[in-house]
T-cell receptor
Framework: DAGVTQSPTHLIKTRGQQVTLRCSPK?????VSWYQQALGQGPQFIFQ???????QRGNFPDRFSGHQFPNYSSELNVNALLLGDSALYLC???????????FGSGTRLTVV | QKEVEQNSGPLSVPEGAIASLNCTYS??????FFWYRQYSGKSPELIMF????GDKEDGRFTAQLNKASQYVSLLIRDSQPSDSATYLC?????????FGGGTRVLVKP
């Protein structure tokens, strides 16, 4: 049973560019959440998708946007990249209002 | 005041001893509480969750919750070198998890 899968594993982008990260949730999970984890810090909630709609959003600017597809997979888009966007981006899935999140292995984004 | 606070550590523990990790939270509406373990360069892995006051045990791990004091803790008994990692406390209110900064634990042989 595949867990949460994220792609790509690593990514290097230049300031001002745009990036798209992808996530496939664990089988049986229909809710996808995205988190940003800077080095030495805990994950910060970006937003959550359920039934193809953004259900809740954290304190992130509009440069961060997302999408959920009918098969529950999800994308995170970040426009106009800043150096401070360099972080580990984690996707987590859960079965609706289920208790815990299952995390993917993450995408390490470096902005230069 | 941060929403979820943890001592960043490192917490140094001899092998075989008990590691005690603490976490406080500010949102009284928080519904459930989670402990994740994160090895360096890896993603968080769920260890335990708790949502009722009191203790919950799972193997060498015990989670303790006191909602009146807005305090949750994790005990690791018989600590092993493989337990060396960062332990993240997370609090669920509504649909999102709010994480603390994590406590780094070092278990020395």
């Amino acid at each position: 049973d595949a867990g949460v899968t994220q792609s790509p594993t690593h990514l290097i982008k230049t300031r001002g560019q745009q990036v798209t990260l992808r996530c496939s949730p664990k089988s049986g999970h229909d809710t996808v959440s995205w988190y940003q984890q800077a080095l030495g810090q805990g994950p910060q909630f970006i937003f959550q998708y359920y039934e193809e709609e953004e259900r809740q959003r954290g304190n992130f600017p509009d440069r961060f946007s997302g999408h959920q597809f009918p098969n529950y997979s999800s994308e995170l888009n970040v426009n106009a990249l800043l150096l401070g966007d360099s972080a580990l981006y984690l996707c987590a899935s859960s079965p609706g209002q289920g208790w815990g999140h299952t995390f993917g292995s993450g995408t390490r984004l470096t902005v230069v | 005041q941060k929403e979820v606070e943890q001592n960043s550590g490192p917490l140094s523990v001899p092998e075989g001893a008990i590691a005690s990790l603490n976490c406080t939270y500010s949102d009284r509406g928080s519904q459930s509480f989670f402990w994740y373990r994160q090895y360096s360069g890896k993603s968080p892995e769920l260890i335990m969750f708790i949502y009722s006051n009191g203790d919950k045990e799972d193997g060498r791990f015990t989670a303790q919750l006191n909602k009146a004091s807005q305090y949750v803790s994790l005990l690791i008994r018989d600590s092993q070198p493989s337990d060396s990692a960062t332990y993240l406390c997370a609090v669920k209110a509504g649909n999102k998890l709010t994480f603390g900064g994590g406590t780094r634990v070092l278990v020395k042989p």
